[in-house]
């Protein structure tokens, strides 16, 4: 089984204008809208059967909504994340809200909410979260990340969370460390109950083949997951990476989809 653990879709009246906020933010143009036809014809294409959907909520009033619509969108091909942000007033009641209608994971991103995910105020969603729930967070900066902006997304901040959750299933986003392969290296890669994804949009060839062969080889074969930022990334082109590294072909296999299906039990 093909799965991207990183993908991010918007309703389609508002997707447009999401997919050209994110191109302007990023500086290069998406493969194609993030609309939920506009997936799963991508994922058609590529021959991925399932697309983690990633909930994110700038603010706080937008969580119930986000949640409710990714609710809404759960099938065969896309399974969503619930987004949960640091300012809600009960944050493990929505924990238990998404688990009660069939989410099996949340997206936790720091930079955009503005919290450290080892703050103690966090804890009582990872108490929530529990052995089941799988979380993936954003781990790294921007590449806009200014000199002395926050870092509230460092590794060794997610490092922080994962020693002190070690069953909490974690996926560290972006090689656990987006523009911050060093520090990654450092703090999470080859460390345990942590997994990684392959996410590095525009495409994750931009990391060469001989860092991600060696991040992989360090961090553990079972322990990284395919993943694109879609639609900021072409599955097709991000897989047929993975596919021209020189690792066995069970390896790639369990990169493209068996991890992930293992950890979140699709
Ligand atoms: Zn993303």
Same mark, same amino acid.
């Given at each position: 089984?093909?799965?991207?653990?990183?993908?991010?879709? +918007?309703?389609?009246?508002?997707?447009?204008?999401?997919?050209?906020?994110?191109?302007?933010?990023?500086? +290069?143009?998406?493969? &194609?809208?993030?609309?939920?036809?506009?997936?799963?014809?991508?994922?058609?294409?590529?021959?991925?059967?399932?697309?983690?959907?990633?909930?994110?909520?700038?603010?706080?009033?937008?969580?119930?909504?986000?949640?409710?619509?990714?609710?809404?969108?759960?099938?065969?091909?896309?399974?969503?994340?619930?987004?949960?942000?640091? $300012?809600?007033?009960?944050?493990?009641?929505?924990?238990?809200?998404?688990?009660?209608?069939?989410?099996?994971?949340?997206?936790?991103?720091?930079?955009?909410?503005?919290? +450290?995910?080892?703050?103690?105020?966090?804890?009582?969603?990872?108490?929530?979260?529990?052995?089941?729930?799988?979380?993936?967070?954003?781990?790294?900066?921007?590449?806009?990340?200014?000199?002395?902006?926050?870092?509230?997304?460092?590794?060794?901040?997610?490092?922080?969370?994962?020693?002190?959750?070690?069953?909490?299933?974690?996926?560290?986003?972006?090689?656990?460390?987006?523009?911050?392969?060093?520090?990654?290296e450092?703090?999470?890669i080859?460390?345990?109950?942590?997994?990684?994804?392959?996410?590095?949009?525009?495409?994750?060839?931009?990391?060469?083949i001989k860092t991600l062969t060696t991040i992989i080889n360090k961090h553990?074969?079972?322990?990284?997951?395919?993943? &694109?930022?879609?639609?900021?990334?072409?599955?097709?082109? $991000?897989?047929?990476?993975?596919?021209?590294?020189?690792?066995?072909?069970?390896?790639?296999?369990?990169?493209?989809?068996?991890?992930?299906?293992?950890?979140?039990?699709?």
């Open positions: 089984m093909r799965v991207d653990v990183h993908t991010h879709v +918007y309703p389609d009246r508002i997707a447009e204008v999401i997919t050209g906020i994110m191109e302007r933010d990023f500086g +290069y143009d998406a493969v &194609t809208t993030g609309t939920v036809d506009g997936v799963k014809s991508h994922m058609r294409d590529s021959g991925v059967d399932k697309s983690i959907v990633l909930g994110v909520a700038e603010r706080v009033d937008q969580v119930r909504g986000i949640n409710d619509w990714l609710i809404s969108i759960q099938d065969d091909m896309l399974v969503p994340f619930g987004a949960i942000h640091p $300012d809600l007033e009960d944050m493990p009641g929505e924990v238990r809200l998404l688990r009660e209608n069939g989410i099996k994971g949340i997206k936790l991103h720091p930079i955009m909410n503005q919290f +450290y995910p080892d703050d103690p105020k966090m804890f009582p969603v990872y108490e929530e979260m529990g052995e089941n729930m799988v979380l993936e967070i954003h781990s790294g900066k921007w590449p806009h990340t200014k000199p002395g902006d926050p870092l509230y997304a460092a590794p060794e901040r997610v490092m922080n969370v994962v020693r002190r959750f070690p069953k909490l299933k974690v996926i560290a986003l972006h090689l656990g460390g987006f523009y911050m392969l060093d520090e990654a450092r703090e999470l080859g460390r345990e109950n942590v997994l990684i994804d392959t996410t590095w949009p525009p495409s994750v060839k931009e990391v060469g553990g074969i079972n322990k990284v997951c395919f993943g &694109t930022d879609f639609p900021l990334a072409s599955q097709t082109v $991000d897989a047929e990476f993975i596919d021209s590294l020189a690792i066995t072909d069970t390896d790639k296999e369990k990169i493209l989809g068996e991890n992930a299906r293992e950890l979140i039990g699709l």
